[in-house]
């Protein structure tokens, strides 16, 4: 039996064409079938680096039927690049049925990274946060997209949203309405593209900033939002702690707190956490 082909999971830029990586022109030029998630905007892309290439199209309406065709081309050694419309296949776009059903069939799958709107938006946000968590798109009803908000609401996390032009304004109106207006918020415009802005200000003025000029609702948004403050710490009264410390000193932590609890009167959660930092 011949050898099979690999399934190249490619990305490509969301504005700048000159964010394109060395190694996706390569795979782009040699593979033996491009699947598109639009084959007519894949097309002015490889015009643009002169590469001609067989197109197959593979969207959310056909994804299901093409993967057999593929599999097929790529156990017939075919090597098989995949492409969405901008950025990272499968993150917001379709391809990861594809490469579920591709790897399900044993055949080999490589990813070749590059532009993803939410990591260039994160990476200029200046949010000095350790993690993140990526929703992609919010509901498109606003029942729904206040219920998923809520959701949200207490993750220690910032949250990173994708949003298009004509949802923004009553987007943002929810974030502000669920989240609190305490909450910064990064909105990250047109990256990498000509009318590129990054904009950070509290969530209560937000929805004034978009108002003040037309122009910032135009386009396509990351919006970067940070994540829940850390609750507040219970204080444990002076009397609570030397009761906690004389007990620790004597008696197991449990039974230390449990009886530091019953006799000061204090949360037991507040004094476990104490006991903790005394030990
Ligand atoms: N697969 C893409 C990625 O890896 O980022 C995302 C595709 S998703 C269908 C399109 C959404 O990504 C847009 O509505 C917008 O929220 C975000 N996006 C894509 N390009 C962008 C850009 N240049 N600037 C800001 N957001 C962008």
Same mark, same amino acid.
């Given at each position: ?51 001609? $290439?067989? =197109?197959? %199209? !593979? ?7 093409? &993967? /057999?065709?593929? *599999? ?77 908000? $809520?959701? =949200?609401? %207490? !993750? ?7 949003? &298009? /032009?004509?949802? *923004? ?91 530091? &609890? ?18």
């Amino acid at each position: 039996m011949s050898a099979v082909g690999t399934l190249y999971v490619v990305a490509t830029p969301i504005g700048n064409l000159q964010d394109i990586t060395l190694r996706a022109l390569e795979i782009l030029k040699s593979a033996h079938i491009v699947a598109a998630e639009d084959t007519r905007n894949t097309s002015h892309l490889l015009g643009h680096f002169g590469i001609s $290439a067989r =197109l197959m %199209a !593979l969207h959310e309406h056909n994804e299901q039927l093409a &993967a /057999p065709k593929v *599999i097929a081309a790529l156990q017939a050694g075919k090597t098989v690049a995949l492409v969405s419309d901008a950025g990272t296949p499968g993150v917001s776009d379709p391809g990861s049925l594809l490469v579920r059903t591709v790897r399900a069939a044993g055949l080999p799958v490589v990813p070749l990274p590059g532009p993803s709107a939410v990591v260039c938006a994160l990476s200029a946000a200046g949010l000095d946060a350790p993690h993140f968590l990526f929703y992609g798109f919010l509901p498109s009803r606003p029942a729904s997209r206040r219920k998923a908000l $809520a959701a =949200l609401q %207490a !993750l220690p996390y910032t949250l990173a949203f994708y949003e &298009a /032009p004509h949802r *923004i304004v009553e987007t943002v109106d929810d974030l502000l309405a669920v989240l609190g207006g305490a909450r910064e918020i990064v909105l990250a415009r047109e990256l990498t593209k000509v009318f590129e802005s990054i904009h950070g200000c509290k969530l209560a003025d937000a929805p004034a900033w978009l108002a003040g000029d037309p122009n910032r609702q135009r386009g396509e948004f990351v919006l970067l939002v940070a994540g829940a403050p850390p609750a507040e710490k219970e204080e444990i009264g002076a009397e609570a702690q030397r009761i906690l410390s004389l007990l620790l000193a004597e008696l197991p932590l449990k039974q230390a707190v449990k009886l530091a &609890a019953e006799i000061s009167g204090e949360k037991k959660n507040a004094l476990y956490d104490l006991a903790l930092q005394l030990k």
